[in-house]
């Protein structure tokens, strides 16, 4: 079969004998087939038939995962996020995509109550710890928190003031868990 050619799941690409089934493909009895759509390659140095996929795959949260959130809701003990994206892809999210940050996840130092840490609309930098059986983050590393914030006065943008964030307009003082470059980051680069 002609290689780089677009192929169909279970379109027959070479044989056991001339290959190794590889990423997109399996072994039908000798026969190497394509389990999925995309354009077939062959791997020279592995000696593998692949098929690239034409689309990227959603993505699916994994453990270690580094998201960009935004804080939803807040209670004694915890707060809850909605995951927005995944650092590094640019596909939809698969899956659960609120996640809760324990109160004893916020912050490497003590935390008595969410609120003094985060607000709602909060964009937030956070760690997936777990997924399964719940989506659990946590943001207790520097390069974790808060990376952007509005008023809860007026709704501006808080800008950062060495250890606290004041509002521009309204000149409200405000304390957050902030990420090291909080105001630093361009969210459409993301």
Known sequence: MEKDRIVLPGDRLSTSEELLPGEGTFDDNGV???SRIGRYAV???RKTAEVKPLTSTPVILKKGDIVI???TSLKPSMVIAQVLHVIGKNREISGDKIGTIHISEISSSYVEDPSTEYRLGDIIRARIIQVKPSLQLTTKDKTLG???AL???CRHPL???SSFL???KCGNKEKRKIALDYGRIDLNKI
């Open 69 to 71: 959130a935004e804080i």
């Open 159 to 161: 800008i950062r003031k």
């Open 166 to 168: 004041e509002c521009k």
């Open 32 to 34: 190497i087939r394509s």
């Open 146 to 148: 808060a990376i952007k």
């Open 151 to 153: 008023c809860i006065k």
């Open 43 to 45: 791997d020279r140095r």
